[in-house]
C-alpha cells in the first residue's frame, strides 16, 4: 500500500522559513516523479516545486530563488525548504508521486498525500 505522509506545516511571520517533509512507503521516490503542489481556498491546485525520475528539479516561477526541492533516496523522503515565506505562499501544501516519471503535471499524478497547511502570515 502506498503512502505520502505530509509533516513540517505550520504558522509563520512573513519573511519566515519552513522544511516541510513527505515520507514515502510503497513506493521508491527514486523511481518516481515527485514533487509538491500547493492549494489556497478558492484556487486551483498548481504546481510548487518536482523531481522528476531523472533527478532534475523545477519550480515555479513564484517560488524560484526562495524554495528548494530535494530527495533523500535513503530515507525514501522528500523535502521541501521554503524561505522569504510571503502570504501569498499560505496554502495547504500536498506531496504527490507520478509512476510513469517524467514532468510533474496534475493529470499525471498516480499519487496524493493528505496535505500540510502552511500559513503566512503578513
Known amino acids: 500500500q502506498v503512502q505520502l505522509v505530509e509533516s513540517g506545516g505550520g504558522s509563520v511571520q512573513a519573511g519566515g522559513s519552513l522544511r516541510l517533509s513527505c515520507a514515502a512507503s510503497g513506493l521508491p521516490v527514486r523511481l518516481y516523479s515527485i514533487g509538491w503542489f500547493r492549494q489556497a481556498p478558492g484556487n486551483e491546485r498548481e504546481l510548487v516545486a518536482c523531481v522528476p525520475a531523472d533527478g532534475s528539479t523545477n519550480y515555479a516561477d513564484s517560488v524560484k530563488a526562495r524554495f528548494t526541492i530535494s530527495r533523500d533516496n535513503a530515507k525514501n523522503t522528500l523535502y521541501l525548504h521554503m524561505n522569504s515565506l510571503k502570504p501569498d505562499d499560505t496554502a495547504m501544501y500536498y506531496c504527490?508521486?507520478?509512476?510513469?516519471?517524467?514532468?510533474?503535471?496534475?493529470?499525471?499524478?498516480?499519487?496524493w498525500g493528505q496535505g500540510t497547511q502552511v500559513t503566512v502570515a503578513s
Open positions: 504527490a508521486a507520478l509512476e510513469y516519471g517524467g514532468a510533474c503535471t496534475y493529470a499525471g499524478v498516480t499519487y
